[in-house]
C-alpha cells in the first residue's frame, strides 16, 4: 500500500528529472543549443506552474555552478569575474525566465511571447551596459573579429579575380566589428522571441505526437488585425536606418519588424497548407511546390523576394479572405 502511494510521486520525481537532464544536455550541445528549452515547456505543459520554475531553478543551478568553474581565471586577463558570468548566464537566463514566465502569464500565446520578449529586451539593457563599458572586455571581442576576418582574409589576397578584390576591399576588421555589432543588436530580441516559440511549438508538437495532445496548425492561426500598424511603423524606421544610419534608435524597429515579419510569415504558412488541403490537385503537387522554393531560396536576390513573399501573403489576408470558414 505504501508503495503505491508513493508510486505517483517517483513517477513526477522521474519526469521532472528527465526534462531537466535533457535540458542540461542540450544546453551543453551548443549545435542543439535551441532545443535546450523544449523539455521543459513539454513538462509544464502537462504540469503545475511552480514544478515547471523548480526544475528550470535546478536547470539555472547547474549553469551557475558551470559558470563559476569557467570564470575562475578571469581575473588574469583583467575582467571582473561578476561580470563574465553575467555576461555568459545571462541569455539563458532570461530564456529560463521567458519559459516559466510563459506559464505564469495568460491569454493568447503571441501576447504572453510578446511581453516576455519586450521583458527580455528591458532587462538586457543593464547587461549590454556593463559589458560596453568594460574596455577590456570589448577589447578582446574586437580582437576575435579581427582575427577571424584575416583568417577570412587569407585565402582571398591569393586569387587575382575581380571578385575577390571587391570581397577584399569589404571584408575590412572594421566593417566587420561593424557588421557583427549591428547584427547583434538589430536581431537579438527578435533571435529570444524565435527560441522561445520554437521551444513551445516543438514541445507541443511532440505532445500532440506521442502523448495524444493538441497540436499547433498553422492553417487555423490568424494574426490579430491591429498588428499591421506595428509592421506599418517598423519598416519605415527600418529603411529610414539603412539609408542614413540612425544609430541605436533603429534597433527596437529592427527587433520588432523581424518578429512581426515571423508572425504575418506564420499566417502566410496557414494559408498555404490551408489552400492545399482543400485543393486535390494542390495536394497532389505538394512536393514540387516545396522543391521550387527551396530552389528559389538559394538563388541571390530571388531568394529575398521568396522569402518575403509569404509575409506580404499573411499581410494581404487583411483584405483578401483565402480561409472562407475563419
Do not use: H
Amino acid at each position: 500500500m505504501v508503495q503505491r502511494k508513493n508510486f505517483p510521486a517517483r513517477s513526477e520525481l522521474i519526469k521532472a528529472g528527465a526534462a531537466v537532464l535533457a535540458s542540461i544536455l542540450f544546453f551543453q550541445l551548443r549545435v542543439a543549443f535551441f532545443f535546450f528549452l523544449v523539455p521543459l515547456f513539454l513538462y509544464g505543459l502537462d504540469r503545475d506552474r511552480n514544478k515547471t520554475a523548480a526544475a528550470a531553478a535546478i536547470v539555472w543551478l547547474v549553469m551557475f555552478l558551470q559558470g563559476l568553474n569557467l570564470t575562475r581565471g578571469a581575473g588574469d586577463i583583467g575582467i571582473s569575474r561578476s561580470l563574465l558570468l553575467l555576461i555568459d548566464l545571462s541569455y539563458p537566463t532570461l530564456l529560463l525566465a521567458g519559459t516559466v514566465g510563459f506559464f505564469f502569464l495568460e491569454g493568447r500565446t503571441l501576447r504572453r511571447l510578446a511581453i516576455l520578449t519586450v521583458a527580455a529586451g528591458c532587462l538586457s539593457i543593464p547587461v549590454v551596459l556593463s559589458a560596453a563599458s568594460n574596455e577590456t572586455l570589448t577589447g578582446i571581442l574586437r580582437e576575435q573579429i579581427v582575427a577571424v576576418t584575416q583568417m577570412l582574409r587569407e585565402p582571398l589576397s591569393d586569387s587575382a579575380s575581380f571578385e575577390a578584390s571587391i570581397l577584399m576591399t569589404e571584408l575590412t576588421p572594421q566593417v566587420m566589428v561593424e557588421t557583427t555589432k549591428n547584427l547583434f543588436f538589430r536581431f537579438y530580441l527578435a533571435g529570444y522571441f524565435i527560441l522561445l516559440s520554437f521551444g513551445y511549438a516543438f514541445a507541443r508538437g511532440i505532445r500532440a505526437r506521442f502523448f495524444g495532445g493538441q497540436g499547433i496548425d498553422p492553417s487555423l492561426y490568424r494574426v490579430p488585425e491591429n498588428l499591421i500598424w506595428g509592421l506599418l511603423t517598423a519598416l519605415p524606421a527600418v529603411a529610414l536606418d539603412l539609408v542614413m544610419d540612425i544609430g541605436w534608435i533603429a534597433y527596437p524597429f529592427w527587433n520588432a519588424g523581424a518578429i512581426l515579419l515571423l508572425v504575418f510569415g506564420f499566417q502566410g504558412l496557414g494559408i498555404i497548407r490551408y489552400r492545399m488541403s482543400r485543393s486535390p490537385r494542390l495536394r497532389r503537387a505538394r512536393f514540387f511546390i516545396v522543391m521550387m522554393f527551396v530552389f528559389l531560396v538559394f538563388m541571390p536576390v530571388v531568394n529575398v523576394i521568396a522569402l518575403l513573399s509569404i509575409p506580404l501573403l499573411g499581410v494581404s489576408e487583411l483584405w483578401i479572405r483565402y480561409r472562407e470558414d475563419l
